[in-house]
């Protein structure tokens, strides 16, 4: 069965109308409206153990909602959820000891406790066993590289020490399925790294399930093979991260560096769209010419010393999503 389903789910809120001026105040005092908001509207899905899946979707999409109600957090105003066949608003503690949550700009660590402290009053939290606490923490510290600073206060830590310390907190009790919302928000590029790696091998070493929630596009190219897109809180797609790229990926940049920075008048089947002295930028729609061929038409006209393909950007492929849209008005599975 899978370990999260979701059935034709909607929340809606009602936010109180307030008019501005003198008479608007008075107006506010004496009766009130509300407009209705749906954040989430009528989305499904299901989610297999063991899956790393991505859920992207600009700010207001519904995202950090649809977690909300999957961790319990907020009762639905319709539709089915279930994770791991609980229901999450009536089951919380229940499924508590069964999920881990990191919010990438929030933590769960006590500010002023050294981490380790932290990480062992979170073992009396959960009730984890001693031996399993010592020997989970032997490998979170080894994986995430966490030893030069357990000692280290909470509020002394980096942005990246402390989101590693998260994840560590987060997994320590053994969950089933792992919430991350934008945990490499801020990050640098090694930190980012390491996160990546170690998502990675739990997720193929202890079989977690992910549900990942990110503006970076690139996390969901290194460790997702399905995404699911979401919009003014109706799912949008549902499918693999290859095969969205190859449906509205439809163009490629060849990279070219030339023995020389000489006047370049281009070629014909591709569009300079960059240039930097001898590198130039040329993006090329796949289906009309082969990287091969370009490749060959450039090198009959000019020494090139160097060159590279480069792929569209799941970031540029989901803008054109939410331009243009899947067309239909069901989510589809490429």
């Known amino acids: 069965m899978p370990i999260v389903e979701v059935a034709d789910l909607r929340k809606t809120f009602y936010l109180a109308r307030h008019h501005r001026g003198f008479f608007g105040a008075f107006r506010n005092l004496a009766t009130r409206s509300y407009r209705e908001v749906r954040a989430v509207d009528g989305i499904s899905f299901q989610v297999e153990r063991g899956e790393m899946v991505g859920y992207v979707g600009p700010n207001g999409a519904g995202k950090s909602t649809t977690i909300k109600m999957l961790t319990g957090i907020l009762v639905p105003t319709s ?16 499924l508590a000891r069964r999920i881990g949550v990191v919010f990438g700009q929030r933590t769960q660590l006590w500010w002023d406790l050294p981490l380790i402290e932290s990480l062992e009053l ?9 031996k399993r606490h010592r020997a989970n923490l032997a490998t ?3 994986l995430l590289g966490l030893e030069a600073f357990l000692d280290t206060p909470v509020r002394q830590l980096s942005l990246g020490q402390r989101m590693r310390g998260d994840l560590a907190a987060a997994l320590l009790h053994d969950p089933e399925i792992l919430y991350l919302d934008e945990p490499t928000i801020g990050l640098d590029v090694v930190a980012k790294q390491r996160i990546r790696e170690f998502l990675i091998r739990i997720n193929r070493e202890a079989q977690t399930t992910v ?11 290194h460790l997702c093979q399905r995404m699911l897109i979401i919009d003014h809180g109706r799912l949008l797609y549902d499918g693999g991260v290859a095969a969205i790229r190859e449906r509205f990926g439809t163009t490629r940049t060849l ?12 070629v014909p089947s591709a569009e300079m769209v960059r240039e930097d002295g001898p590198r130039k930028w040329l993006r090329f729609q796949r289906e009309a010419i082969s990287a ?17 393909i480069e792929e569209p950007e799941i970031e540029e492929i989901v803008r054109r999503i939410y ?9 589809s599975a490429v």
Not at 122 to 130: D, G, K, Q, S, T
Not at 215 to 220: F, L
């Open 122 to 130: 979170l073992r009396h939290i959960y009730r984890v066993p001693e």
């Open 79 to 94: 539709g089915r959820v279930e994770v791991a066949g609980l229901i999450p608003s009536r089951q919380r503690r229940e």
């Open 211 to 221: 549900l990942l929630t990110t503006h970076d596009m690139s996390d969901i190219a």
């Open 292 to 308: 091969a061929e370009l490749v060959a038409q450039v090198a009959a006209r000019y020494r090139i010393r160097d060159l590279t």
């Open 323 to 331: 331009l243009e849209g899947i067309g239909g008005d069901q989510p």
């Open 255 to 266: 990279v070219v560096d030339l023995e020389e920075d000489e006047e370049f008048a281009g």
């Open 140 to 142: 979170f510290a080894e």
